[in-house]
């Protein structure tokens, strides 16, 4: 939980927002000068708008009052009809110019906004992309997504509808202040005295509603997690029937949300009446003491006539000053929370000096690797082996040994604790991120798909493929056929998640999309499991001739599919315990073969008979 914060401290929260956004505000910097300078004119329109008034009271009126007053002597001479007709066309011209400034500097402001933002959310959402597993494993998809969306609406909506505002309230209060102390310091001096008394009540106002605002702001972003995850997982959720556990956590976060809301509406609207009190009494010093100068004669009717417009008129600012912090304080938050993103630099990154890899041979080295989760260690412990070019490595071992892990590090999803992982001689970090990744292609057990066309998906990401390339790889997958079955055949558009395809298709089109890619290098991770028997033939043959001489690294938990590897390692709690052909570790006659024989031996009809069940390597160790 943040410690409260006072207006004062959010001004170093803004400090490092615009510090960190300048290089996108820079690029706005013309427009946001000219809404500037129709800001300045506004003001000045503003500050103008009572001075018809008074110069009618003064001249037209009351020209009894012969006392010095500013700017009288420039009407001398004229006719009251001719003053009085002057005036009112002033008055007309003044408001008109107001208007013209003022939509100018909001349009130029909300438009340059508009684009500093989108700069901002593209910035983050690439950002965001690049950033490693390590952090994504950690981070709710929904918080994220929730800083994409709405922090970034929240920061733009606030430079239109607090800022800008704040700004030419500022401007105004400033300008009024330096206009009274030069008609009458006196009465200038009463009205600033409840100045300190005003700046302290909103001090004091602020911090509350900004710690209310930000608890809120954590909650909804918890709320969108949690609501985000439920979706994401619906099919679980409706299994295990956890719907109304899910409903009530949701409810009463919606509740306490509802409450901190209301809480910070109470805070606000005390905040501006208190305001309003403040002004009253202001007003009334001025008016008293205000009369008695005028009945002295040393300040004019129209002169007073000022003082008690500009003082409604300055403290309108200052009541909304205090509505305003509170929108700024909010956009802070959802600021800070933005830049915490960009400010994560992503654990694997490209080294300096890294250069794009050549097309790969596909040779692997291992070297003493060590890994480990987080705090964790011993995930992968001292692991050494070599891959020549084209031979085929099958990983198995039971869950959690460290297969996945292995593969993972392969691509630079994570980097080891130590040793080393070479690809034809160079060590993987000595090349680009893009370069290594473009040249290794997965097939997961589960593969993702996404909402588009059933081209699009095998050529994602992939410039200029062509649809004779994509046949190509289509019919390499055994998934030609299939597609042309489909009502648009390769433009059948999937739905999220690849959910009106089977599970065998969804596979066959994932190794069409590795096969376009014709990568050096293949990883299959699983990509059989839990398919049917004529599924697994079709995508098991498909797979056999993606990886063709490529260099292919299995991980399985269907030994059969194991057995016609070049080599064989078997995983146990992040250490290789055996490796070897499978004829060689047969002969061992140890895990791996004790293994092979209890998946070979007839199981009972509930069991799949091509893969190991959990309980078989309990039964094995
Ligand atoms: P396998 O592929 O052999 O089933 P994994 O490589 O997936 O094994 O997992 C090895 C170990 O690392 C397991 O103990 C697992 O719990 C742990 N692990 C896997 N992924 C993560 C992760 N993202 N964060 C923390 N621990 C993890």
């Given at each position: 939980m943040p410690r409260p914060k006072s207006l004062k401290s959010t001004i170093p929260g803004i400090g490092r927002i615009l510090r960190h956004f300048m290089p996108q505000i820079a690029k706005e910097k013309h427009l946001l000068v000219l809404s500037l300078l129709a800001l300045v004119a506004e003001t000045a329109m503003r500050l103008l708008e009572p001075w018809p008034l008074k110069f009618i009271f003064d001249r037209v009126i009351l020209p009894g009052f012969n006392v010095h007053s500013?700017?009288?002597?420039?009407?001398?001479?004229?006719?009251p009809t001719a003053v009085l007709t002057l005036l009112a066309l002033s008055l007309v011209a003044i408001s008109a110019l107001r208007g013209a400034a003022a939509y100018g500097s909001t349009v130029g402001m909300a438009v340059a906004a508009t684009r500093i933002m989108a700069d901002i959310r593209g910035r983050l959402y690439s950002h965001i992309q690049r950033l490693s597993l390590s952090f994504h494993t950690k981070a709710k998809s929904g918080d994220l997504i929730t800083r994409v969306t709405y922090d970034i609406e929240r920061l733009r909506e606030v430079t239109v509808v607090a800022a800008l505002p704040l700004l030419t309230n500022t401007f105004t209060l400033v300008g009024m202040l330096v206009v009274m102390f030069v008609l009458n310091v006196e009465l200038a001096l009463i009205a600033v005295m409840v100045l300190p008394l005003f700046a302290l009540s909103t001090m004091k106002m602020s911090t509350k509603i900004q710690t209310v605002a930000r608890r809120q702001r954590k909650r909804e972003g918890a709320m969108a997690a949690s609501a985000a995850e439920a979706i994401a997982a619906i099919k679980v959720v409706q299994a295990l029937g956890l719907q109304d556990m899910l409903e009530n956590s949701f409810a009463s976060h919606n509740k306490k949300s509802l409450e901190e809301s209301a809480e910070a509406q109470k805070l606000r609207a005390g905040q501006e009446r208190l305001v309003e009190v403040l002004v009253a009494i202001a007003t009334s010093l001025v008016l008293w003491r205000g009369v008695q100068l005028t009945l002295q004669g040393s300040v004019t009717p129209g002169d007073l006539l000022v003082f008690i417009t500009y003082l409604k008129v300055a403290f309108k600012p200052m009541r909304q000053l205090a509505k305003y912090t509170g929108q700024i304080a909010k956009a802070t938050a959802s600021g800070e929370r933005v830049i915490d993103i960009l400010d994560t630099v992503p654990e694997v990154r490209n080294l300096r000096g890294a250069m794009d890899a050549l097309p790969f041979q596909g040779d692997i080295q291992f070297d003493r690797v060590s890994f480990g989760y987080g705090e964790e260690s011993g995930i992968l412990n001292n692991i050494s082996f070599a891959i020549k070019p084209g031979q085929r490595i099958a990983l198995v071992g039971p869950?959690?040994?460290g297969k996945s892990t292995l593969v993972s590090l392969l691509m630079r999803f994570y980097d080891p604790t130590a040793g080393s992982i070479r690809i034809d001689g160079n060590d993987?970090?000595?090349?680009t991120l893009d370069s290594l990744r473009n040249q290794i292609s997965i097939v997961l057990q589960e593969s993702v798909l996404f909402a588009t066309s059933v081209r699009d998906n095998i050529a994602y990401g992939l410039a200029g493929a062509t649809d004779e390339a994509i046949e190509v790889a289509a019919r390499l997958a055994n998934a030609h056929d299939f597609i042309m079955a489909?009502?648009?055949?390769?433009d059948t558009v999937l739905s999220e998640r690849g959910n009106t395809l089977s599970g065998g298709q969804r596979q066959r089109i994932a190794i069409a999309r590795a096969a376009i890619r014709n990568a050096p290098i293949i990883i299959l991770d699983e990509p059989t499991t839990g398919l049917d028997n004529e599924s697994d033939r079709l995508v098991s043959d498909a797979l056999e001739r993606l990886t063709q001489n490529k260099t292919t690294l299995l991980i399985s938990h269907d030994l059969r599919s194991a057995e016609t590897a070049d080599e064989i390692f078997y995983l146990e709690q992040g250490s290789i315990l055996e490796r070897g052909s499978h004829s060689a570790l047969m002969q061992r006659n140890d895990k791996y073969a004790r293994l092979y024989s209890l998946q070979s031996s007839p199981q009972p009809?509930?069991?799949?008979?091509?893969s190991v069940s959990p309980s078989a390597y309990a039964l094995i160790s």
């Open positions: 500013l700017g009288i002597e420039a009407l001398e001479g004229w006719s869950s959690g040994g993987i970090r000595a090349y489909l009502p648009q055949g390769y009809a509930s069991e799949s008979s091509s």
